[in-house]
């Protein structure tokens, strides 16, 4: 069964950091691309970051970039997301996602299937 599990979500300030972390099972890693999509209260889900499975290209929506940043460890099954200087239009559930996308570019990312529960982020003072 395709899985992942998302952590490290939490309440933080404005401008503070967050480092959230999935784990996936079921599926050979290795071979896929990952991302992490967030849904806002009242708002659709939308993909944030992607990752290829080579690490070869990484993708970020304009809003997030160089803020979040996206990492994987293979041997652990794990994705990571290192979110600095958090606004409070980060505020969002995040999850991970998993595809056989290709690279990792605009035309894409949105193709990654989320398979966790999700951890909630809430920025605020």
């Not at 050979?28 to 889900?45: H, L, M, N, S």
């Not at 600095?84 to 949105?110: F, M, P």
């Amino acid at each position: 069964q395709l899985q992942f599990v998302e952590s490290g979500g939490g309440l933080v300030q404005p401008g503070g950091s967050l480092r959230l972390s999935c784990v996936g099972s079921g599926f050979p890693f290795d071979f896929y691309a990952v991302g992490w999509f967030r849904q806002a209260p009242g708002k659709e889900r939308e993909g944030v970051a992607c990752l290829s499975n080579r690490e070869a290209s990484t993708y970020y929506i304009d809003s997030v970039k160089g803020r979040f940043t996206i990492s994987r460890d293979n041997a652990k099954k794990m994705v990571y997301l290192q979110m600095n200087s958090l606004k409070s239009e980060d505020t969002a559930v995040y999850y991970c996602a998993a595809g056989l996308i290709g690279l990792c570019q605009e035309s894409t990312y949105r193709l990654l299937e989320v398979w966790g529960q999700g951890t909630p982020v809430t920025v605020s003072s």
